[in-house]
């Protein structure tokens, strides 16, 4: 499955690289909305938030109330998931808050699961170097995403993986780094990072796993 991302910074529609440098940027919500308004599934991160620079709430609770969104940016607590679920999400993604003075956060998780339904959440593992990186990709540490997938797949209904290291680069993601991830879950693997065409999603549909792809789309490159 192609799932379509839109990233919001600046109240803007955006795609960087590896999460630093700015290489697109539109302001037609309306044009990008109506062209994903097919799609089962569209990923909707706010990026000021990630970076705990700011919010872009009320286009988030716009996009949502009009496309299939699991949400992403910045979700550190059950509450404020609790709220975008309320605004029409069909699903929340934890990240950094899944990590808490270097080690994996399973009470958080378990909350979460507990009050607001293991389907509903998706766990995002943003890896650089093999090892991920939090806080708007800004901040490394030495847990693996093979210890998030074990720690955490039962309090979760999917995972999504990005590869930092060809995210937004169009080169292609490793195929035997979707492979290995495949084999150690049995969640609903969701996988982003420099894909750049049908026949790579359709590859990875084939071992399993579902793609979101941002730079490809909007270049033009997947029409």
Not at 170 to 193: C, D, N, S
Not at 199 to 220: F, H, K, Q, S
């Amino acid at each position: 499955m192609l799932i379509p991302s839109i990233d919001v910074l600046g109240g803007k529609i955006v795609q960087l690289v590896q999460g630093e440098k700015k290489a697109l940027e539109f302001n037609d919500f309306d044009y990008w909305i109506n062209r994903f308004s097919e799609y089962p599934l569209v990923q909707l991160i706010d990026l000021d938030a990630a970076m705990g620079q700011g919010s872009n709430h009320e286009l988030i609770a716009m996009v949502c109330q009009r496309l299939p969104c699991q949400v992403g940016g910045g979700i550190r607590n059950r509450e404020r998931a609790a709220e975008l679920l309320g605004l029409g999400a069909r699903r929340v993604i934890f990240g950094s808050s899944l990590l808490q003075d270097g080690k994996i956060n399973v009470a958080l998780a378990e909350v979460c699961s507990a009050h607001l339904g293991t389907e509903r959440l998706t766990f995002a593992i943003d890896s650089r170097n093999g090892k991920v990186s939090i806080k708007g990709w800004k901040e490394n540490t030495e847990i693996s995403p093979l210890d998030m997938l074990q720690a955490l797949g039962s309090y979760c209904g999917a995972f999504l993986y990005t590869h930092i290291d060809t995210e937004g680069t169009m080169t292609g993601f490793p195929m035997e780094v979707a492979r290995g991830l495949r084999q150690a879950t049995t969640k609903q693997l969701i996988v982003a990072g420099g894909i750049r065409s049908m026949d790579e999603v359709n590859a990875l549909d084939a071992i399993g796993a579902d793609a979101v792809v941002g730079m490809a789309i909007y270049t033009g490159l997947i029409k």
